[in-house]
Nanobody, 123 residues
């Protein structure tokens, strides 16, 4: 299973970006899909998460500005980022909890990560 993230870039403060992340490979089903970010010299933090029933969770710092959504037919998660601030500058990573069917027919759960996409917000 691979996760491919895209959509990062350079934007001025107050601008918007939309990140996408598509999962591919031997996927039986996908549970939660998430976005994390890691700024320079900081730990990787959860930004937003979406569950199978489309309920969502956001970090306090992005509530009201970011929106996470998913398209289950495309195994894709999106992060719409509005009113961007310089402190949103980071590498953004997508993650997914994926059920993979084994050769014996059992289901095993794994966490997969995308490669990261840089978001830079200039002041």
């Amino acid at each position: 299973v691979q996760l491919q993230a895209s959509g990062g870039g350079l934007v001025q403060a107050g601008g918007s970006l939309r990140l996408s992340c598509t999962a591919s490979g031997s996927i039986f089903s996908i549970d939660t899909m998430s976005w994390y970010r890691q700024g320079p010299g900081t730990q990787r933090d959860l930004v937003a998460r979406i569950y199978t029933g489309d309920s969502t969770h956001y970090a306090d710092s992005v509530k009201g500005r970011f929106t996470i959504s998913r398209d289950n037919t495309k195994n894709t998660v999106y992060l719409q980022m509005n009113s961007l601030k310089p402190e949103d500058t980071a590498v953004y990573y997508c993650a997914a909890a994926v059920a993979v069917q084994t050769a014996t027919g059992e289901l095993d759960d794994y966490d997969f990560w995308g490669q990261g996409t840089q978001v830079t917000v200039s002041s």
